[in-house]
């Protein structure tokens, strides 16, 4: 298993660009989740899935939309690339509710 | 909303040191405990996690974690660290009402010195 794979691993972007973050797991889990990680601030969860076809907001929503159209993908799309979207950003997966999250290699994103 | 506090924002050793991470969580309910590892240039990591059972609880690498209700903490140790300990680490609590969103603590940066 290849687990929680993400493209790219580092993009810039100017203000007001759009850009789509891929991320894919083959561990046929049903929960999927984006996060993004600032420096001294954890990890804010951006938005989650519970199966294909159910999205939902988590901590940090504005600015962002998923799509949860297979059990295998989940990405993360930005419409109008804000400098506030630099960040690190980590998608993950879980096969059951509160169980262990697994989580891709991250995307560094720059807005300039 | 619970919280995740982790009071040590950066951690320097020496190898063989022992070590102590804190975290303390917000919610009087029942929660699920995880501590995460990210080594330099690698993807988040679980060490250990706390679910039920005994309060001690061990993981990879000879880290272990105790979980004391009474205080809200879930503090990470290792009795003898090694330079390839140097990482971030992360505590990590997802509670009965919040569905599976785990509420990350700020991280600690360790950095061991051979």
């Known amino acids: 298993n290849a687990g929680v794979t993400q493209t790219p691993k580092f993009r810039i972007l100017k203000i007001g660009q759009s850009m789509t973050l891929q991320c894919t797991q083959d561990?046929?889990?049903?929960?999927m989740y984006w996060y993004r990680q600032d420096p001294g601030m954890g990890l804010k969860l951006i938005y989650y899935?519970?199966?294909?076809?159910?999205?939902d907001k988590g901590e940090v929503p504005n600015g962002y939309n998923v799509s949860r159209s297979t059990t295998e993908d989940f990405p993360l799309r930005l419409e109008l690339a804000a400098p506030s979207q630099t960040s690190v950003y980590f998608c993950?997966?879980?096969?059951?509710?509160?169980?262990?999250?697994?989580f891709g290699p991250g995307t560094r994103l720059l807005v300039l | 909303a619970q919280s995740v506090s982790q009071h040590n924002h950066h951690v320097i050793l020496s190898e063989a040191a022992s070590l102590e991470l804190g975290c303390n969580y917000s919610?009087?309910?029942?929660?699920?405990l995880f501590w995460y590892v990210q080594y330099p240039g690698q993807h988040l990591q679980l060490l250990l996690k706390?679910?039920?059972?005994?309060?001690l609880v061990k993981g990879i690498k000879g880290f272990e974690a105790e979980f004391i209700k009474s205080k809200f903490s879930f503090n990470l140790r290792k009795p003898s660290v090694q330079w390839s300990d140097t990482a971030e680490y992360f505590c990590?609590?997802?509670?009965?009402?919040?569905?599976?969103?785990?509420?990350f603590g700020g991280g600690t940066r360790l950095m061991v010195k051979p």
């Open positions: 706390y679910f039920s059972g005994d309060p």
């Open positions: 899935s519970v199966g294909a076809g159910i999205t």
């Open positions: 993950a997966s879980s096969l059951q509710l509160q169980e262990t999250q697994y």
């Open positions: 919610y009087g309910g029942t929660v699920n």
């Open positions: 990590a609590v997802n509670v009965d009402n919040a569905g599976n969103m785990l509420t």
């Open positions: 561990m046929n889990h049903n929960y």
